[in-house]
């Protein structure tokens, strides 16, 4: 229903996702939830053939040269088949890309992200570690320089695409002495000697994307792979938070339709007491906030994406962004619940997709940020942008507007 937001190229585009997600074999997404696809590198080469990833980016570089709203489009489409399938197609395309994009030299764009755009290699990004996964600042992996290469070691763990990838983006320590957000840097990472996939997890849901422990042993990294400044990883980190983020709440949209349709096919079929389960409002009603769900999800998702295009204040990004990676996912997984729940205990079974799905969204309020990580941003950026909004009088002071407001004996703060 939001297609009236889209461009003629942007539906054309939306056609050519559709087009594709449909002729994904029904058994690869069967053999993807059984972990016996431990990669979906096929999916990933098809997806590159048809030049459907990356589409924000520029021509020269592999891209459709589109942008944030196009994006999202696209990784709800692709959504549609499964959330894993959208991990792994925006880990590297929408996410390592992104930071030799913004961050990279030509030489590396050239390296890095042709290829990776094409489909003929696959990449993924190494953040979490095994002592922290919030706290990017309290990062032990450690990058020495050596002249012209740097020697790295450290672990990190849950890393979609840890198997199956062909080269990593890696945040390490490169200055043990100073502030932490003056100390790290960032680096692009082949899979050389030194790198290791050791461990495999076996996930409650979005299974088949190798998500993985990776180890880092003596790996010599020529400078010429380091991403951007040195000692600034921050720079990159911080840009990285809309893809992350952004993306995470776009394809968990994707992810949650089927359940939602299926619970509405099925609901107009299954009798009881002589008629539809659709015709009582007890399942009529969960299904009525299922679809407001989602389409309250997508007006968010749309509306933040353009505030990304038009480059507002960076501050109110850093909000949004949050936002509408907490209130989507969060809105997705209540949707998925809904449909289960009208369908009763045949939605607790195998025999339809909704018991997967159900389990493979209830990643998406953890990862990329858990959402009460979302709701510190937003919170603390929300009081920052009241007060300096009262400071400079942009806003009326409501609070004199009650009968009682000169009552000041009853206005108590300490």
């Not at 098809?46 to 999202?72: F, I």
């Not at 050596?146 to 840890?162: P, Y």
């Not at 890696?170 to 957000?181: C, G, I, N, S």
């Not at 089927?258 to 096919?265: R, S």
């Amino acid at each position: 229903m939001f297609d009236y937001l889209l461009t003629d190229q942007q539906k054309a585009l939306k056609k050519e996702a559709r087009e594709f997600v449909k002729t994904i074999p029904r058994q690869m997404i069967l053999d993807m939830d059984a972990d016996k696809i431990r990669f979906p590198k096929e999916f990933l080469q098809e997806a590159g053939r048809r030049n459907l990833m990356g589409c924000r980016y520029p021509e020269k570089w592999g891209g459709r040269g589109m942008d944030w709203v196009s994006t999202c489009m696209v990784m709800e489409e692709i959504g549609i088949l499964g959330y894993i399938f959208a991990c792994t197609f925006g880990v590297g395309a929408e996410l390592v890309c992104d930071a030799v994009i913004l961050h990279g030299t030509d030489a590396q764009k050239e390296k890095y992200v042709k290829p990776l755009l094409r489909g003929e290699m696959f990449a993924a990004e190494c953040l979490t570690e095994p002592r922290g996964g919030s706290d990017f600042f309290g990062t032990t992996t450690t990058a020495v320089d050596k002249g012209d290469h740097f020697i790295l070691n450290g672990q990190k763990r849950f890393i979609v695409g840890g198997e199956g990838a062909d080269y990593f983006l890696v945040y390490a320590k490169t200055d043990p002495d100073a502030e932490p957000r003056n100390g790290i840097s960032c680096f692009i990472v082949d899979r050389t000697d030194g790198v290791e996939t050791q461990y495999l997890y076996g996930l409650m849901g979005c299974r088949g994307g190798g998500a993985a422990r990776m180890v880092f042993k003596d790996v010599k990294v020529p400078k010429e792979n380091l991403l951007g400044e040195p000692n600034q990883g921050v720079k990159v980190f911080n840009t990285m938070m809309i893809p992350e983020r952004l993306g995470t709440a776009a394809m968990t949209i994707g992810a949650a339709v089927p359940a939602v349709d299926i619970a509405t096919g099925y609901t107009s079929k299954r009798k009881a007491f002589g008629q539809p389960v659709a015709q009582f409002q007890g399942v009529s009603f969960q299904v009525a906030e299922a679809v407001t769900l989602l389409d309250a999800s997508r007006s968010m998702i749309y509306t933040t994406a353009r505030a990304v295009d038009e480059k507002i204040h960076d501050k109110q990004i850093r909000r949004m962004v949050s936002e509408s990676k907490k209130f989507v996912t969060e809105s997705c997984q209540k949707a998925v619940h809904n449909a289960m729940q009208v369908m009763g205990g045949i939605g607790y079974t195998n025999i339809y997709p909704v018991e997967r799905i159900f389990r493979d969204l209830r990643l998406a309020s953890i990862w990329t940020g858990t959402n009460e990580v979302m709701a510190m941003i937003i919170a603390n950026e929300w009081y920052k942008a009241y007060w300096k909004d009262k400071s400079a009088g942009k806003i009326r002071d409501m609070e004199p507007d009650a009968e009682e407001a000169l009552a000041a004996e009853e206005k108590i703060f300490e």
